[in-house]
Nanobody, 124 residues
Framework: VQLVESGGGLVQAGGSLRLSCAASGRPLSSYTMGWFRQAPGKEHEAVSCVSGAGESTNYLRLPSAKGRFTISRDDAKNTVYLQMSSLRPEDTAVYYC????????????????WGQGTQVTVSS
C-alpha cells in the first residue's frame, strides 16, 4: 500500500484543518491507520489511530489536546482523515499517516508503511 497525505498548510491559532491520507495499491480496510506528528527537533508523537473496525484511539494526553483531534476513515474512498480544531502553535509539525496490518500502536516504529508527510504550521 502507498500513502499520500494532503491538507496541511498555514493556519492561524484557533483555526481548523482536515488532513487526508489517501491509500493506493491495496484496500485500506486491510489496515489499522495511525496519524503521527513530528515537530522540529522532536521525536515522532502518536496522535490518533483507527482500527479496521472503526475503533479509534487518541494518544495525545495533554488536557489542551482533548477533543481537538478526530480520526476517521472512509474505506470506500480508501482515505483516512484527521480533523484538527482549535489549533495551537504547539501543534506545528509534519503530520504523517501510517499503516499497520494488525492493531493500533503508539510506537511509530511498529508501523510498516508511511506517507511522505504534510506540514502543518499554526501561527500565533
Amino acid at each position: 500500500v502507498q500513502l499520500v497525505e494532503s491538507g496541511g498548510g498555514l493556519v492561524q491559532a484557533g483555526g481548523s484543518l482536515r488532513l487526508s491520507c489517501a491509500a493506493s495499491g491495496r484496500p485500506l480496510s486491510s489496515y489499522t491507520m495511525g496519524w503521527f506528528r513530528q515537530a522540529p527537533g522532536k521525536e515522532h508523537e502518536a496522535v490518533s489511530c483507527v482500527s479496521g473496525a472503526g475503533e479509534s484511539t487518541n494518544y495525545l494526553r495533554l488536557p489542551s489536546a482533548k477533543g481537538r483531534f478526530t480520526i476517521s476513515r472512509d474505506d470506500a474512498k480508501n482515505t483516512v482523515y484527521l480533523q484538527m480544531s482549535s489549533l495551537r502553535p504547539e501543534d506545528t509539525a509534519v503530520y504523517y499517516c501510517a499503516a499497520e496490518p494488525l492493531r493500533c500502536y503508539s510506537d511509530h516504529t511498529l508501523y510498516d508503511v508511511w506517507g511522505q508527510g504534510t506540514q502543518v504550521t499554526v501561527s500565533s
